[in-house]
């Protein structure tokens, strides 16, 4: 295995909450078994797995996280989506879902409003 192969499977678990190590590994190697290797390739085990994952750490994923999060920030801002913040995880509405939030003046202040701006708010 290599660092990559371990991300790759710790990304894979998020896909595959259900799924043992051995099917993870399955699930990523299992189609490399079959071809023609110069030297027989064999799916890793549960245990590899585990090693290299602890190798790894926690900082590549974190890395990961942080570049993925830029990102979607980045195309929010492009395209003045509301709601979004990196520290907190505040989401917002991509695909145009409206859904019910206590009408309030701090609600209205963060996340703005669909109604039309007569409705009263509650405070």
Excluded: N, Y
Aim: without cysteine; glycine residues 8%; charged residues 15%.
């Amino acid at each position: 295995m290599t660092i990559a192969a371990a991300l790759r499977g710790s990304l894979l678990m998020t896909l595959m909450p259900d799924a043992d190590q051995a099917e993870i590994l399955a699930a990523l190697f299992g189609d490399l078994a079959a071809v023609p290797w110069q030297a027989p390739f064999t799916v890793p085990t549960g245990t590899v797995f585990s090693a290299w994952r602890k190798a790894a750490g926690p900082e590549p994923l974190a890395v990961l996280q942080d570049l993925v999060l830029a990102a979607s920030a980045a195309g929010h801002g492009q395209h003045d989506w509301r709601a979004i913040e990196i520290g907190d995880l505040k989401l917002g509405s991509v695909d145009g879902t409206v859904t019910r939030m206590p009408d309030t003046k701090a609600s209205r202040a963060v996340f703005g409003s669909a109604a039309a701006t007569s409705v009263p708010i509650r405070s």
